[in-house]
């Protein structure tokens, strides 16, 4: 037996992203959004309402960077999902995030966020809400890299649990991707 839950944005896991812009002062804003996702090779796409100052400040610069959120800056995370940067212009320094200039869009980057995506944006539509990206850059702070990549037991990601509104984490492998070239019930 089933329930239905009726058309709503449930899907596991949903990332949390960390949207960096800078206003027209070049004060920088992060939000955190998690109706987002990779919609290309060199794209990533989210739902964001055009009340946000990111988007004010994202269709005036024409850039963003996309960090993850992770376990150790949970509580920073959460807190700059919770509070408008139009009401609170130094949110990101009351979260105790440190920023830099990205070296290759006009966003910041937030020092304690191990990973981040540098973005131009390709296109804003008003009426749905949806900003497209084009990624310019993955960057990754040493500290999360093992052999030269990228790993999630050091990154500790968040992901999203919308039915729960819980922060789960990311970091477990259980199983090789792209691996299984025979079906379940060929194998002996």
């Given amino acids: 037996m089933r329930k239905d839950f009726g058309a709503k944005p449930l899907t596991y896991p949903q990332p949390v992203y960390m949207i960096g812009t800078y206003d027209e002062q070049g004060n920088p804003d992060v939000m955190n959004a998690a109706w987002g ?54 949110k990101v320094a009351r979260a105790g995030f440190h920023t830099e200039k990205s070296s290759r869009v006009n966003a910041p980057v937030i020092a304690e966020l191990p990973m981040v995506l540098e973005c131009r944006v390709k296109s804003y539509d008003e009426e749905n809400e949806r900003l497209v990206g084009e990624i310019l850059n993955v960057s990754a702070d040493e500290s999360i890299l093992t052999d030269g990549k990228i790993d ?37």
């Fill in 152 to 188: 999630p037991a050091k990154l500790r990601p968040l992901v999203l649990d919308p039915v729960n509104h819980t922060y789960l984490v990311a970091e477990q492998a259980v199983g090789k991707a792209f691996a299984h070239t025979k079906a379940p019930g060929e194998i002996k």
């Fill in 37 to 90: 996702g990779i919609s290309n090779d060199t794209e990533i796409s989210f739902c964001l309402a055009r009340t946000h100052k990111t988007v004010a400040n994202l269709k005036k610069t024409g850039a963003f960077t996309v960090s993850m959120a992770t376990v150790d800056q949970l509580a920073a995370c959460d807190y700059l999902g919770l509070v408008s940067g139009n009401q609170v212009p130094d």
